[in-house]
């Protein structure tokens, strides 16, 4: 699949798929799905992602997160929580907290999540949606003090 140019407005949308991926020498089948819609200054992203296991059990999360124009091009901050005059702000990683931002390139809009563990050490989740004909290839990446712990691929079909 190709991809083309965009801006964060052609992001806006519902997709939906599904991966398989290996954990413990075991498959397993992953749906997901992603909404990105314009919010106040910026725009949002929901997804949620359900984990299927052999003996039938499932395991669904899902996460929304706000985000608005830093002073710097194509790089948003998240806007997690609201401070005392009122202003959507990130959480704080040195609280235990996710420091969340997202960034435009070319046809790629990125999720970065980083945690900071108690003992110093830190982990970052990737987030890489791409846009191509008909959704989004997805990208995710789990990565604790530099190395790749977990990778999963998926295409998302444009639902919306």
């Known amino acids: 699949m190709s991809a083309v140019a965009a801006e964060i407005d052609q992001f806006f949308g519902r997709y939906e798929g599904s991966a398989e991926e290996i954990v413990a020498g075991e498959a397993r089948l992953r749906d997901m799905s992603t909404t990105i819609e314009a919010q106040d200054k910026g725009f949002s992203v929901s997804w949620t992602s359900v984990t299927y296991k052999s003996d039938?059990?499932?395991k669904e999360k899902t996460y929304t997160i706000n985000f608005t124009p830093?002073?710097?091009e194509s790089i948003y901050g998240s806007a997690m929580q609201t401070n005392m005059f009122?202003?959507?702000i990130p959480l704080d990683p040195l609280k235990g907290e996710p420091f969340v931002w997202a960034r435009l390139e070319g046809d790629t809009l990125s999720l970065y999540s980083m945690f900071i563990a108690?003992?110093?050490a830190y982990e970052i989740q990737?987030?890489?949606r791409t846009l191509v004909e008909g959704g989004l290839d997805l990208t995710f990446r789990?990565?604790?003090q530099g190395t790749a712990v977990r990778e999963v691929n998926a295409?998302?079909?444009r639902a919306s």
């Open 56 to 58: 039938g059990r499932s």
């Open 70 to 72: 830093s002073q710097r």
């Open 86 to 88: 009122g202003k959507q």
């Open 118 to 120: 108690e003992e110093g």
């Open 126 to 128: 990737e987030y890489h």
């Open 142 to 144: 789990r990565i604790n």
């Open 155 to 157: 295409f998302l079909e």
